[in-house]
């Protein structure tokens, strides 16, 4: 966090296509490592051969990862502003490549985060004018391919049987897969059945000790038995007050890219948030930590380097000069107006 904080944000809006192939790059060649295959494909791995141990790398720790994917594509749309249709069919594209690069991934999660947040991105620069486009034409390219990309995973998963499509169905019903992909999601639903407002709930003993045994997964859970949901909402007001503090903070920037980059990391904290309550809550689909509070080395330096890089922006910020305003400045002109910034060069 602290050699974040130090550091030079910027460098990402320098280095946006080195940041984004390289983090596509890593990706693929860890989960290939591991030897992933979550579309169940003939063989034992997607895309080489196992060649790393879990004493050694995690498989989660390779979804960890995917938390920083929403901060690489954030110099992409960046360095896309004032290019039309054009920029948002490019972020489309990087879009596509980074969603391939999280379906590499052990978990389904990453994709799902990524997803969901590089949409919110894209549409945002849409309704600010980042392209100059039709703001309405603009949302729809924005948003479309982005559905569309989710669904066809969704059909491909369903058609081939794997995981994801099982454990999309025992999302909707756990009673169809009662010993399997829905065992968790009846547990935690009776759990919290029988929970207070205020104190410990009424259920047998054994069964709240297999709670307990399931660690971190369920942190929130096992607070909403044990305590009750009134300290279930006091504790979701403090997370809710910490998000809009951060939005509210990113929203001040007069930076492009300080914004971009602040939004992009409170926007990782909240997705992973209510993912986190979500998954407490009984909704048995796919997994995420907690940020912060977790247990999870890798997770823990990725989040708190995120923080870092945040503050960064907040601190340093408002002295960043935008792309568009240093070309602006470059101009052998005395008085130069730019995208609604007039410059007056005293060279």
């Not at 990706?27 to 080489?48: E, H, K, R, Y």
């Not at 249709?85 to 596509?96: E, M, P, R, S, T």
């Amino acid at each position: 966090m602290l050699g974040a904080y130090l550091g030079d944000f910027t460098i990402l809006g320098k280095y946006p296509w080195r940041f984004c192939l390289g983090s596509i790059l890593l990706m693929i060649v860890i989960s290939s490592a591991f030897g992933l295959n979550i579309f169940n494909l003939p063989g034992d791995t997607l895309v080489g051969v196992q060649v790393l141990s879990s004493a050694t790398f995690s498989r989660h720790h390779v979804q960890s990862l995917a938390l920083l994917l929403p901060v690489v594509f954030v110099p992409i749309i960046y360095v896309a502003k004032n290019k039309g249709y054009q920029g948002i069919i490019l972020c489309q594209w990087i879009y596509a490549l980074l969603c391939f690069a999280t379906l590499t991934t052990p978990e389904f999660s990453g994709f799902v985060h990524f997803a969901t947040i590089g949409m919110g991105l894209l549409l945002i620069a849409v309704l600010r004018n980042w392209f100059g486009t039709n703001r309405v034409i603009g949302t729809l390219l924005a948003t479309v391919p982005c559905i569309i990309i989710f669904a066809l995973l969704l059909l491909v998963s369903y058609a081939q049987g794997s995981w994801i499509s099982m454990r999309l169905i025992a999302l909707l019903n756990p009673q169809a897969d009662p010993l399997g992909f829905g065992f968790v999601a009846i547990e935690i639903r009776q759990l919290l059945s029988e929970a207070a407002l205020l104190g410990e709930g009424t259920m047998p003993e054994f069964f709240t000790q297999r709670m307990i045994m399931m660690h971190s997964d369920f942190l929130l859970s096992i607070v909403i038995f044990r305590f009750g949901w009134l300290p279930f909402a006091v504790i979701m007001g403090a997370l809710l007050l910490f998000i809009v503090n951060i939005i509210a903070r990113c929203l001040k920037q007069r930076s492009d890219l300080g914004f971009f980059v602040s939004l992009a990391v409170a926007l990782t904290f909240s997705v992973q948030i209510l993912m986190y309550v979500i998954f407490n809550l009984g909704f048995i689909f796919t997994y995420i930590s907690l940020p912060l509070i977790s247990p999870g080395n890798l997770t823990m330096v990725i989040n708190m380097g995120l923080v870092g890089l945040m503050l960064s922006v907040f601190r340093t910020g408002d002295a960043v000069i935008d792309k568009n305003v240093v070309s602006a400045i470059k101009n052998n002109r005395f008085v130069t107006w730019n995208d609604g910034k007039l410059t007056i060069n005293f060279k």
